[in-house]
Every structure is written in structure tokens, then in C-alpha cells.
């Protein structure tokens, strides 16, 4: 696909447009005063801008490289998506460009408990921690670490300052990573879903986490605290599991809408047998009346053939680095496809 950027005079709100014709599809994104056109035919996509020139005050920037603070480098198997030059900005606000790296964004022990006291400057801590959620674009390995911190904006703590520090340092050490995207050899939807039962001391609520790929392309994920207590493992897998199917079915929604919808069913994958149990045999459905709306909404999606789940091993289970603070988060992070961008090589190829 082309990619082109295009600025215009005018202001408008952010919108998605689809144009398809026969085999020709093009998609259209505007915010506020910027354009981004892309799409499989380049010779469309030129006279589109050309129309563009004759109606607006455009300019055409070409390539896409920069859009909302996330950069953009285009190699021969795909584009990277980065935020290097954000990631150096808030750096040097919390005064750690010169910071000691660290491997992990959180220590494995490190449970963000307001155990000392306050922090002297709140409003800080808030921006900074504001500043790191956006940089979880382009981060889903930082998500988790950020998803804690963001719990204390309204009364941080010492301890809660010093984690955030030490996810800047890891921010340090890794300050060019990003998303890879390539073409897919398949463009089947898969889910990861995880929880990790009553992790949190203070309410014993537990966090979850997914990851959703679209062929081997990671295009959704999230880390967030369920809102109610959970009274089994079982329990928060499946809560877990609904969230994420509730996710899948969203992007099939709009799949279809870009014309790109997989012929396959999507797939869930989850490792507790218990809750994979659930989602596929209806006569257990006496034992968990406590998580009924769950249970219809993913025994349903499962009994209709809209999504297949399955089980999956702890060693494989991706979202896990949603749930918790990992001691070797290496595996999973190239899992996600966060890593350096491509390197270029001399006559202008590249290599990931």
C-alpha cells in the first residue's frame, strides 16, 4: 500500500472514510487539519490528491513519516510505528536523560502499596504518568507498569514516584523501541486473554489483560484492574475472557467496514482449562450463575461459530505481560513485536 500525508488549511473533526471500487480500495483519515490516504492503487491515490489541490489549500507532504507525535519508517517487509522523539521529551522532564537504564519496567515485587509518604509535587507525578499513557501506543510492553501507576494520580506516594522512575529508566534503555507491521501471511484474528486473581493487596480485585493480533500483527491490547472482586481464578479468567471477546467482535465490526474481514472465525485463547470449560459446555452454566451475563454473552458468541476458544500454555500466554511484573520480559516483548526499528543496510534495503 501507498502511504501519503496531507495537510489542510481548513479544520475538521476526526473521520474515517472507505472508498471501494471493484478491486480499488482506499482509506481516508482526517484530524483536525491533517490528511492520511492510503490504500492499493497508487495511481488512485495520486488523483485523489490531485482533486484535493483543485477543491483545498493543500500541501502534499508525501510519504507518511509523522502523525499525532508517532513516526513513521517505511522497510521493504512493512512500516515501524515509533515515539522516540516523545519518549526523549519526557524524559527530560523528569530530568533522567542521563539515567542508568533498567531491564524491567517494574521489579517483579513491586506492588505499588501507600505504605510512606506523600510525594511533594502531584501534579508531577500526574503528568508524567499522563505523558507515559500515551507513549503505550506504540509501548503495549509498558502498559501494565503504566496501568499501576495511573491508580495513585489523586494521592501518590514516594514509593509510587520512585516506580515511575524506574519505568523512565526502562523508557532509557529502550527509547527507540516500537510496533513492527508487516504484511500478513494470514489475516486471521487471534486473542490472547489473561488475569491474575486478586493480585492487588489493598482490594484483592483482580488485573487482566489481552492482546489481539491480526495475522501476526499486534492491533489491540490493554491492562486494566476488573472493577468488581473476583470470588475464584476461574471467575476472573472468564470476566477476562469477556472483555476480550468483546474487543474481537469490535474489530470483526470494523474489518467489515474497511472491507478486510477474515473468512476465518476468530479465535480466543486462554490458559485456564476452567474458564475455556465454561465458554464451550452449557451444562455447567448451574455452577457459575454468579458471572451470568459472562457466561451468555461468550457461550453465545461460541454456540453461534463467531468465536472458537481454546486453551493455551502459561509459557505462551502473551498477556501476560498485562497482568504482572515479568522478570524476563524479553520473550513476550518480541511476542508483541516491540523492539529497535529496521535496520537499513547500504542500497537502500532493510532488514528487521
Known amino acids: 500500500m501507498g502511504f501519503f500525508a496531507v495537510r489542510l488549511t481548513h479544520h475538521y473533526l476526526s473521520s474515517n472514510n472507505v472508498f471501494k471500487r471493484g478491486t480499488v480500495i482506499l482509506y481516508l483519515l482526517v484530524y483536525v487539519d491533517d490528511i492520511i490516504i ?22 502534499d507532504l508525501g510519504s507518511l513519516g509523522y502523525f499525532l507525535g508517532l513516526e513513521v519508517t517505511h522497510s521493504d517487509t512493512g512500516i515501524f510505528l515509533s515515539q522516540a522523539k516523545y519518549a526523549h521529551d519526557i524524559l527530560a522532564q523528569a530530568g ?15 506492588l505499588f502499596l501507600s505504605t510512606c509518604d506523600a510525594f511533594h509535587d502531584p501534579t508531577l507525578y500526574r503528568s508524567l504518568v499522563g505523558a507515559l499513557q500515551y507513549l503505550t501506543i506504540t509501548r503495549p510492553d509498558l502498559s501494565y507498569a503504566v496501568n499501576q501507576a495511573s491508580q495513585h494520580l489523586q494521592s501518590p506516594t514516594q514509593s509510587h514516584f520512585q516506580s515511575v522512575k524506574r519505568i523512565l529508566r526502562y523508557v532509557k534503555g529502550t527509547i527507540h523501541f516500537g510496533l513492527h507491521f508487516s504484511k500478513p501471511v494470514t489475516t486471521t484474528l487471534l486473542g490472547y486473554s489473561d488475569a491474575d486473581w486478586a ?18 500483527n499486534l492491533v489491540s491490547w490493554s491492562a486494566k484492574k476488573q472493577p468488581t472482586v473476583s470470588r475464584s481464578s476461574c471467575e476472573s479468567e472468564y470476566r477476562a475472557m469477556a472483555n476480550t471477546a468483546a474487543e474481537i467482535i469490535w474489530l470483526t465490526h470494523l474489518l467489515r467496514d474497511l472491507h478486510a474481514l477474515p473468512s476465518v472465525r476468530p479465535t480466543l485463547l486462554c490458559d485456564n482449562k476452567s474458564a475455556i470449560f465454561l465458554s464451550q459446555n452449557p451444562v455447567s452454566h448451574k455452577r457459575a450463575k454468579h458471572i451470568d451475563i459472562d457466561y451468555h454473552f461468550v457461550r453465545e458468541l461460541v454456540s453461534s461459530g463467531r468465536l472458537h476458544t481454546k486453551f493455551v500454555p502459561s509459557n505462551l500466554q502473551v498477556a501476560d505481560i498485562f497482568t504482572k511484573s515479568l522478570p524476563r520480559p524479553l520473550k513476550f516483548r518480541d511476542m508483541l513485536r516491540v523492539g529497535p526499528p529496521p535496520v537499513r543496510l547500504r542500497g537502500g534495503n532493510s532488514v528487521t
Open 38 to 59: 492510503t490504500g492499493n492503487d497508487i495511481s488512485y491515490i495520486q488523483s485523489f490528491v490531485n482533486r484535493l489541490h483543485k477543491e483545498f489549500s493543500v500541501k
Open 199 to 216: 493480585r492487588c493487596i489493598k482490594t484483592r480485585r483482580s488485573t487482566y489483560g489481552y492482546s489481539i493480533y491480526l495475522g501476526n
Open 96 to 110: 533522567l536523560l542521563d539515567a542508568k537504564p533498567v531491564a524491567t519496567p517494574l521489579a517483579s515485587t513491586d
